[in-house]
T-cell receptor, first 112, second 112 residues
Framework: DAGVTQSPTHLIKTRGQHVTLRCSPI?????VSWYQQVLGQGPQFIFQ???????GRGNFPDRFSARQFPNYSSELNVNALLLGDSALYLC???????????FGPGTRLTVT | SQQGEEDPQALSIQEGENATMNCSYK?????LQWYRQNSGRGLVHLIL?????REKHSGRLRVTLDTSKKSSSLLITASRAADTASYFC????????????FGTGTRLLVSP
């Protein structure tokens, strides 16, 4: 079975722009979570969606938003990009909450 | 913010030796998970230990949990060069949804 997939792999944006990151969970998994990992740090929780509803939100500004689609895939949107948004964005899926989370390879976002 | 801290921050050993990494955290938890990350890519789930468990094994991995001391340890026995990676502990303390709070990680280098 395919694991969690994310697109794109790499992205370069300019300050002030908007970005959309995509994630497809493992087949049968209904929960998707998003994490931001700044270089040299551990990942930080942004959102969790379960059955298309937001279940939890981390300490991130309103510039960050997400949604989950009927097929359980998810998008993370970031508006008005700042240099500090440069990071590896990780998506994770799980079959139930709480359970082991399976991470995708990540999208590396660079804001210049 | 990071919940826990891994110790040591970096560890360098020879193949065949054992590697021990420690994790301390601050709040009561539901479970604690260990993940591996190669070269800033996606995280690979290694093992989950619930708050009512004290020890768990998976292949060459042994995890202990001491909730009274709010600490956990990961032991990798008979290490291999392929074990070279960053290792993170992540705690799950939330209710109603799953928010993993990661530590700062231990960078393990296993030399042939």
């Amino acid at each position: 079975d395919a694991g969690v997939t994310q697109s794109p792999t790499h992205l370069i944006k300019t300050r002030g722009q908007h970005v959309t990151l995509r994630c497809s969970p493992i087949s049968g998994h209904k929960s998707v979570s998003w994490y931001q990992q700044v270089l040299g740090q551990g990942p930080q929780f942004i959102f969790q969606y379960y059955e298309k509803e937001e279940r939890g939100r981390g300490n991130f500004p309103d510039r960050f938003s997400a949604r989950q689609f009927p097929n359980y895939s998810s998008e993370l949107n970031v508006n008005a990009l700042l240099l500090g948004d440069s990071a590896l964005y990780l998506c994770a899926s799980s079959s139930q909450v709480p359970y082991e989370q399976y991470f995708g390879p990540g999208t590396r976002l660079t804001v210049t | 913010s990071q919940q826990g801290e891994e110790d040591p921050q970096a560890l360098s050993i020879q193949e065949g030796e054992n590697a021990t990494m420690n994790c301390s955290y601050k709040t009561s938890i539901n479970n604690l998970q260990w993940y591996r990350q190669n070269s800033g890519r996606g995280l690979v789930h290694l093992i989950l230990i619930r708050s009512n468990e004290r020890e768990k094994h998976s292949g060459r991995l042994r995890v202990t949990l001491d909730t009274s001391k709010k600490s956990s340890s990961l032991l990798i026995t008979a290490s291999r060069a392929a074990d070279t990676a960053s290792y993170f502990c992540a705690t799950d303390a939330s209710t109603g949804f799953q928010k993993l709070v990661f530590g700062t990680g231990t960078r393990l280098l296993v030399s042939p």
